[in-house]
């Protein structure tokens, strides 16, 4: 018996950890997203780069279900989480950070990460106080050194810098095993030796874990990411290695000569 067409795309979604086919999304008459296809591997690092309104901000929030396409499909691992809400999404693998800090400042750092950590455990509506051998204590532990937080693990979020806000919210996205991070921006605002850091995290993460990067930092995007894509106009106007990004002078005029910011 002949495989439906449904069931043929699901297959051939089936090995990749994101898998986008036609996805579109329009604000009103405003087309921010236009036929957007991308397939994205297990373990694959790739940075998504473009101007400001190429809609690259608008292709996570798809993903992620925050703002759920007009039109398209969606696979992650092989399912359909197109209509799918964030939390699902979360359940399955997916993790996310954003241009805005969202952490609790009045906490400890160990305490956010933590609190991200048992937020995605079977135990999470537990009233228990935790005690200091849990597993999940231990699990934010570790997490917390693999962002090079551990010297300030019992500082509040409001006495850290900015780039340890920015590295504590990195240990957040990877809380509860993730298999995929959509990470937003996470350079913007950085010094120079904060950015260094930065690169150094994002090179050390578990080879399984895979990552999209929206970075207007093309030098770190480049570092860290093993494929690129090129937005334009909410459209994917060219995919390459780093080295054919960089060199591309259509990529030049677009994205060096646009104004990013």
Same mark, same amino acid.
């Given at each position: 018996? @002949? ?22 999304? *329009? +604000? ?48 992650? +691992?092989?399912?359909? /989480?197109?209509? +799918? ?6 359940? !399955?693998?997916? !993790? %996310?950070?954003?241009?805005?800090? #969202? *952490?609790?400042?009045?906490? %400890? /750092? ?14 999470? +509506?537990? *009233?228990? %106080? ?6 999940? @204590? ?16 019992? !500082?509040?979020?409001?006495? &850290? ?6 590295? #504590?919210?990195?240990?957040?996205? *990877?809380?509860?095993?993730? %298999? ?21 995290? &994002? ?18 995007? &480049? ?27 259509? /990529? ?10």
């Amino acid at each position: 018996m @002949m495989a439906s067409v449904a069931e043929r795309l699901s297959a051939a979604g089936a090995g990749n950890a994101l898998e986008l086919r036609g996805v579109s999304r *329009l +604000f009103g008459a405003l087309v921010a997203l236009d036929d957007v296809t991308m397939s994205v591997r297990p373990g694959e690092r790739r940075a998504v780069l473009g101007s400001n309104g190429a809609g690259k901000t608008t292709l996570f929030n798809a993903v992620t279900g925050d703002f759920p396409p007009s039109s398209g499909v969606i696979r992650f +691992f092989g399912e359909d /989480v197109t209509w +799918f809400p964030p939390h699902e999404r979360i359940r !399955r693998g997916l !993790r %996310r950070t954003y241009q805005i800090s #969202l *952490l609790f400042g009045g906490l %400890r /750092v160990l305490d956010n990460v933590y609190l991200a950590c048992r937020g995605v455990s079977r135990g999470r +509506f537990s *009233l228990l %106080r935790p005690r200091r051998n849990e597993g999940l @204590m231990q699990s934010a532990i570790d997490l917390v050194e693999a962002v090079h937080l551990t010297g300030v693990r019992d !500082r509040t979020v409001a006495e &850290l810098s900015y780039g340890e806000q920015r590295q #504590l919210e990195i240990a957040l996205a *990877l809380a509860g095993a993730p %298999r995929f991070i959509l990470f937003d921006e996470p350079a913007a605002g950085l010094s120079p030796s904060e950015r260094a850091e930065l690169v150094e995290i &994002l090179g050390s993460l578990p080879s399984h874990i895979g990552y999209i990067i929206i970075e207007h930092d093309m030098d770190v995007a &480049l570092r860290v990411a093993e494929s690129v894509s090129m937005m334009h106009n909410g459209r994917i106007l060219k995919e390459g290695t780093p080295a054919e990004i960089e060199s591309d002078p259509e /990529v030049q005029e677009l994205y060096l000569g646009g104004g990013h910011g």
